[in-house]
DNA sequence: ACAGCTTGCCAAAGCGCTTTGGAATAGCGG
DNA sequence: CCGCTATTCCAAAGCGCTTTGGCAAGCTGT
């Protein structure tokens, strides 16, 4: 069933079937009432390509995934975030496109996306230090929003990011407070923004406890469960091992607790564990008493809000960019202790 | 940039850049070369939405994941099997489309997504018992795959499963053979239908060792880290607690872990516990020795392999359905052992 | 040299919608 | 009863592409 056909139904035109639909006020409330029912009884729904050819818009948002080293897309976080987003997007009737690109053809693919008018706008992920895609998407004129930042970047954007920084400031003073002074960071990819920005609050924290930083105490990667327990493996073999653990994710924090428990040391009390909790759906860490503690903040409501940053921005794009910043939340688990050393 | 342009510029008409560009062969290939070239300087690919109206055609794949008590798009599971759909799709040049939707408005978003042309076919996940999207689907005519199956489902469709009824049948007698005669199984939510199939594989190894299935040691629910930590407490604290456990996924399995953990409970040593492992990226269970005993089967093979059938069927939507069943593979970990009782 | 092909290109119609610019009807005061 | 403004509707153009049907050269073989 299309236009033409419910217009020769009703014996209406084209036209006023479009302007009742679509909520014209240049049509009697009798007619929209009668249009609306017979779009209803025949399921009709105006075919999305051609109104998106005639109105130039496509009502969808994309979401470019880069893999490769790094594969964002299997990343349990990219769940909680799609789903925060979609939420949005329903609500406002906009569909959700997603694309798996190698990072060689990143720039290539989005500016297709902007050629073919794929998308009315889209959301960067994983922002890169000094990332390339920000100057290209600025050029390219396709709204846009950032889910992080990116250092180094000159470039005015939206984007909506975590304070990492003061996140793992908080915590390493958390640590450091317990009397703990081997403190490993079991960090994300330092290509990334976020795992730079934890590291300085990290550094920051042990400077101000007067601790060294050290190098074998460092990791960055793929915040898998078996890299954090491979890492934790190493460090707890060190001769002179670290008491407490910083780690940025909590797939990656089970890990390190799988290494613990590998050695018979219990967390909380022979080694401490601290970490990164984006709240996931499948590792809830809310209980009476968290199993972790923890900086949380919710990946599932930052996509929901950069959703709707989104499409105020695709709504009027030459509003002034819009920056926010959340404070993660400190929560007091069961896995930090005082050092025993 | 678009056709029209590009054909003035060229001083050819549209046409001809048309079929240039589309590799059909009454073009010289001096003149495709030229127009290629010229696509390429200027950025130009043709408008999705004009090309979708002319052929009839939107090239773009639906996922539309239900929401509600279970949350679909953000189990782990869903990215995993995006990233290999999605490998699929990048490489026959289709779009990915992702809708989330509740429950009671499921039919809804499919009957629309067909009257929209949105999508020129789906993929249908987590199916339930006599699923009824099923004969929607076949109803709207909308070409389609099921990442599993539906029982008591009548009507003929595509699909892609893993045998989950020999797989747990399988891994039930690996522990019934080490000796166990108290198992639980942490089983997903029943009513989808790979875990009443799981259910049935276990129950029938019970049988078959003549042991009773006890209700008290069956839980079914959403496979987060959290509930198979809460389940597999309880049952530890039964005055007869099971030897081992069967988990329906490994983040479950990560929960009973810890479970054991709190009790200094060795897995392997005191209590088993076995587990159905998706391959997940983030949790790979592949060491030399892995960390779980476990069935395997990749659902991120199984999303490239789904999407394929669908191309596949969206090119030759009257070819007879395809059928497949994988067979997960038996691996031996770390986690189980003989039973000491 | 000419009919009969093939080759290489093009003009125009059409996909299903929105929107512009009117036109017809109804309502109103004078 | 007439002219004027609202109200309600419509025909047709246009969005950017593909595809149908056809035309003009350039070959071939006789």
Redesign the pocket.
């Known amino acids: 069933m ?3 056909e419910l217009s020769k139904h009703l ?6 079937i ?2 009742a ?2 909520g014209y006020p ?3 409330e009798a ?1 929209r009432a009668r249009v609306i029912a017979a779009a209803n009884e025949h399921g009709y729904s ?2 999305t390509r ?2 998106g ?4 818009l496509s009502r969808c948002i994309g979401h470019v995934i880069s893999v490769g080293d790094s594969g964002e897309m299997v990343n349990p976080i990219f769940g909680d975030f799609m789903a925060g987003a979609g939420e949005t997007y329903a609500a406002h009737g906009y569909d959700m496109m997603v694309t798996r690109v190698g990072q060689r053809d990143e720039a290539d693919i989005y500016r297709r996306l902007k050629a073919r008018g794929a998308v009315d706008g889209l959301v960067m992920h994983a922002p890169r230090f000094n990332d390339t895609r920000l100057p290209l998407l600025t050029e390219l004129g396709l709204p846009f929003v950032v889910h992080g930042r990116s250092s180094g970047a000159n470039t005015s954007y939206s984007y909506l990011d975590v304070n990492n920084r003061s996140a793992f400031h908080e915590v390493t003073r958390h640590l450091t407070s317990l009397g703990h002074r081997r403190i490993a960071l079991i960090n994300g990819q330092e290509q990334l923004d976020f795992a730079i920005r934890r590291r300085q609050g990290y550094e920051q924290g042990m400077e101000e406890a007067d601790l060294p930083v050290d190098a074998a105490l460092m990791t960055q990667g793929e915040m898998t469960e078996d890299y954090g327990y491979q890492n934790a493996t190493v460090m707890l073999d060190l001769p002179d091992p670290p008491s407490a653990f910083l780690v940025s994710s909590i797939i990656c924090a089970a890990g390190v607790r799988r290494a613990l428990d590998d050695r018979n040391l219990r967390p909380g009390e022979d080694v401490s564990i601290a970490t990164f909790d984006d709240c996931l759906s499948y590792f809830r860490n809310s209980a009476a008493r968290p199993v972790f503690t923890a900086m949380q903040s919710s990946v599932r409501a930052a996509g929901a809000a950069l959703a709707q940053m989104l499409i105020d921005r695709i709504n009027d794009p030459t509003a002034p960019h819009t920056q926010t910043l959340w404070e993660a939340e400190f929560v007091a688990g069961a896995s930090t202790g005082p050092n025993k050393d």
Not at 11 to 16: C, Y
Not at 53 to 56: D, F, P, R, V, Y
């Open positions: 299309n236009l033409k014996g209406i035109s084209q036209t006023t479009s302007r639909l679509n240049e049509v009697s007619t105006p075919n051609a109104q050819l005639a109105t130039g």
